[in-house]
């Protein structure tokens, strides 16, 4: 048993906290064992927690993209005699795609810095910004396997192909569901306004946006650029 009686009346946020001699604290903690939530004494934040919490789910995510990465890798040269990325890829098209998605992040951005100073107008506008553009991105992205597949160059022509469209698709379902979660925000903010359980949420769907736009980067550097020059 510690040395240290612990009183769940008095300690219920300090595990682990070795309690200050009266009179020598510099934190937040001024009443006995009360813990304020802010500083040295207290738990952190809600606002941190969920951030932390939401990162752990980003990594987890990042780790599932990492394995089809390396499925792609693995895969890229096997095309059974079918077309190869240097001949089904349209670069111009994927640049679009790409100015369009780190477009609408920068746009989520603006809303973010709307948000944090309370402006409802421009917050809403930014969201609307970041959905259109990521509507123009997952629309080009449709089309892009749309004219594949009538070319006969779908998922199952090749493993080459089936990985690729794995890897792409992934990412499109992530942009499909971002959209979803744009959506359901702004009606948030529209009803709620700038309450603080929709700002976390809000960071919470910024920090998922701008993960998607480094995937992307990754995205396009190894499947669209590597596969056009190799």
Same mark, same amino acid.
């Given at each position: 048993m510690s040395d240290i009686a612990v009183s769940p009346d008095t300690d219920p946020y300090r595990m682990g906290h070795q309690p200050?001699? #009266?009179g020598h604290g510099h934190g937040h903690g001024h009443h006995g064992g009360d813990a304020t939530g802010h500083g040295e004494g207290g738990p952190a934040s809600k606002r941190t927690v969920v951030a932390y919490g939401f990162w752990i789910f980003l990594l987890s995510d990042i780790i599932m993209f990492s394995a089809f990465f390396a499925t792609y890798a693995v895969?890229?040269?096997?095309? &059974?005699?079918?077309?190869?990325?240097?001949?089904?890829?349209?670069l111009p098209r994927v640049a679009i795609e790409t100015a369009c998605l780190l477009a609408s992040s920068f746009a989520c951005g603006l809303a973010m810095i709307a948000s944090q100073v309370r402006n409802h107008?421009?917050?809403?506008?930014?969201?609307?910004?970041?959905?259109?553009?990521?509507?123009?991105?997952?629309?080009?992205?449709?089309?892009?396997?749309?004219?594949?597949?009538d070319q006969g160059?779908?998922?199952?022509?090749? &493993?080459f192909l089936s990985a690729f469209f794995a890897l792409v698709g992934l990412h499109g379902l992530h942009v499909f569901t971002g959209l979803l979660w744009l959506g359901t925000m702004m009606a948030q903010? &529209?009803? #709620?306004?700038?309450?603080?359980?929709?700002?976390?949420?809000?960071?919470?769907?910024?920090?998922?946006?701008? &993960?998607?736009d480094i995937i992307w980067v990754a995205l396009f550097t190894v499947v669209y650029l590597i596969g056009t020059t190799s």
């Open positions: 200050r001699a #009266k895969l890229v040269d096997a095309t &059974a005699g079918g077309p190869s990325g240097r001949q089904l890829f349209e107008l421009w917050t809403q506008l930014a969201l609307l910004a970041t959905g259109v553009l990521g509507l123009v991105f997952l629309g080009l992205e449709l089309q892009e396997f749309a004219i594949m597949i160059a779908g998922p199952t022509r090749s &493993a903010v &529209a009803v #709620k306004g700038f309450h603080p359980r929709i700002l976390r949420r809000l960071m919470c769907f910024s920090l998922f946006w701008h &993960a998607l």
